[in-house]
């Protein structure tokens, strides 16, 4: 699917001064065509396509641009600045580490490596021994996959396959694409790889009599009509946490029923947690609502504050399956992104992020379950749990998915000093820093109504 192009011709849009909004130029604002020309002029066409404002500082819940502007931020740069952009603990731990000066230092052991590794398995749960370090979250689900295969393999010669959830969304390099499955985004690979095999996923809208759990037999039975055994082939399982374009979490007892299975098999289960890690759902991990344990569960986006810093978390037995130097990484445990992940991991817990979350979690879902109530013909679910959801648009005369409204709802909110996530799809999705003020979560609350309503008349 190619992405939206938004327009760059300036608006004339109404002055708006509020306590966390101001907008006081045409949209966008004067200056930021040019820039935007320089990236397209210079940068990769695959990194365009997002609302066509230029950000000057992020500090909290705001976004300013060069021009005076300033927006509520309801995307946390997708869901990477949980504990608030700029947070000020994050850089003060970095400028340590800058100060030092110590940089980086490959694969010799340094002591913020040393104590952010004991900090984050710790803060992982009596379920995890150890983690491994990247950069990119596609690096850590990409890792996860090779620690599944060799699980597998250490177990029998044919046990190796990965078996992962369609739609859901892992990265961007080849393992990952793969285990996405989004079939135009892999096209290029040219071929399937044969031991990735994809289960659909239980939206609530295909289950009959809401039996997920009859939906996972019958999906189960047609993957060992294709040939696959789950006893003898499968060796991990991968899921997004939630799946992602919407945040529609799975049905708790579906889960449940793939942990047994995973038990009973001697398989693997391994949560994405990319968009759902580090206090955003109201949960320290987003895999606890299904009350089950996890053998790996990846991280990235909110465990760096806004640094690059990725990883896998798991049982020693497993991470400890590749051979020294056989998974390792050039930054792996750079000390400046384990000092910003040290800083993290302190302000969520002093502060007390994951159970506000769940707090303004409560705010958000009672507030947006109002606004569908409202506008029930355009919408047709509310997603999510904490501080991540998602408003699914439909088309109010066919029912059919709404993803042209969306763009329209995204780029109103941006001329009225408010950010979502534009998804390309028919979700807008909502995850503000988990640090907002019930008063600006409210705000903007008030402007996505403001803009549905504005577009619907
Ligand atoms: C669930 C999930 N997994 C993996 C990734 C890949 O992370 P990164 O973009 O840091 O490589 C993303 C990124 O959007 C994601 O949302």
């Not at 641009?65 to 000020?88: L, P, R």
């Not at 506000?356 to 979690?361: D, I, L, Q, V």
């Not at 013909?377 to 991540?388: A, D, E």
Request: glycine share 10%.
């Amino acid at each position: 699917m190619a992405g939206h192009v938004f327009c760059r011709n300036p608006v004339a849009v109404p002055f708006i001064e509020t306590a966390n909004r101001r907008i006081a130029t045409s949209i966008p604002a004067p200056g930021t065509v040019a820039i935007l020309e320089s990236l397209d002029k210079y940068e990769s066409r695959s990194m365009h396509g997002q609302l066509p404002l230029i950000w000057r500082s992020a500090t909290g819940h705001t976004i300013q641009d060069h021009a005076g502007n300033k927006w509520i931020d309801f995307t946390s740069m997708i869901f990477v600045a949980n504990v608030g952009h700029g947070n000020e603990k994050v850089i003060s731990s970095v400028q340590k580490a800058i100060e030092m000066p110590i940089l980086g230092c490959y694969a010799y052991p340094n002591e913020l490596r040393a104590e952010y590794l004991e900090k984050l398995v710790n803060f992982a749960g009596p379920n995890f021994e150890k983690a491994f370090l990247l950069s990119a979250g596609t690096e850590a689900t990409e890792a996860a996959f090779k620690l599944m295969k060799m699980h597998g393999q250490k177990i029998g010669k044919k046990k190796n396959v990965i078996l992962a959830v369609s739609g859901n969304w892992h990265g961007r390099t080849l393992g990952a694409q793969m285990m996405s499955d989004n079939k135009s985004q892999k096209s290029w690979v040219g071929h399937n790889l044969e031991d990735i095999a994809h289960i659909d996923f239980p939206y609530p809208w295909v289950l009959e009599d809401n039996n997920s759990k009859d939906y996972l037999r019958k999906s189960l039975k047609k993957l060992e009509a294709s040939g696959i055994s789950i006893r003898e082939d499968i060796a991990g399982i991968m899921l997004e946490t939630f799946q992602g374009w919407a945040a529609v979490f799975y049905p708790k007892e579906y889960v449940q029923a793939l942990r047994e299975i995973c038990d009973a098999n001697n398989i693997l289960l391994c949560f994405d947690e990319m968009q759902s890690g580090f206090g955003r759902t109201g949960m320290r991990f987003g895999y606890e609502h299904y009350e089950v344990k996890a053998d790996l569960i990846c991280c990235g986006k909110g465990m760096g504050g806004g640094f690059p810093i990725s990883g896998v978390i798991g049982k020693a037995e497993i991470m400890d399956l590749p051979e020294i130097g056989n998974m390792s990484s050039t930054h792996s445990g750079n000390p400046v992104m384990c000092a910003a992940g040290l800083a993290v991991i302190e302000e969520i817990e002093t502060r007390d992020l994951v159970r506000e979350s769940a707090r303004k979690g409560e705010i958000l879902h009672t507030e947006l379950n109002r606004i569908k109530s409202e506008f029930k013909s355009l919408i047709s679910g509310i997603y999510g749990k904490g501080m991540i959801a998602s408003i699914v648009f439909r088309d109010p005369e066919t029912g059919t998915p709404n993803s042209e409204f969306v763009s329209r709802v995204a780029e109103k909110c941006m001329q009225k000093g408010l950010l979502v996530v534009h998804t390309g799809r028919e979700s807008i999705k909502i995850g503000p820093p988990l640090i907002i003020s019930d008063e600006a979560l409210l705000e903007g609350l008030g402007v996505i109504r403001e803009s549905i309503l504005e577009l619907f008349k």
